[in-house]
């Protein structure tokens, strides 16, 4: 494995277009969500977030473990 493989599946783990399709709503939505929430175009977190945000993390730890494991050979 290559040093840029294995950064590419690194960083490419969770992205905020994985976020947006797991709750279905726009990449936009999640980015708007993402502001502060003084700003003008911030936007409230779609429902459900917490769940959707717990299966993605579950799902990438176990990407994130196999990756781990082949760079330890």
């Known amino acids: 494995m290559t040093f840029k493989n294995a950064t590419d599946r690194l960083t ?9 399709e797991e709750l279905d ?3 936009n939505s999640i980015a708007r969500a993402r502001m502060d929430a003084t700003s003008p ?6 429902p459900g977030w917490q769940a959707a945000i ?3 993390a579950r799902a ?8 781990a494991e ?4």
Do not use: F, I, Q
Request: contains cysteine; proline residues 6%.
């Open 25 to 27: 709503v726009a990449e």
């Open 60 to 67: 990438r730890a176990a990407e994130l473990l196999e990756l």
């Open 41 to 46: 175009n911030s936007r409230n977190p779609p």
């Open 12 to 20: 490419e783990c969770v992205r905020l277009a994985d976020v947006a």
């Open 70 to 73: 082949e760079l330890d050979g």
């Open 54 to 56: 717990a299966k993605l």
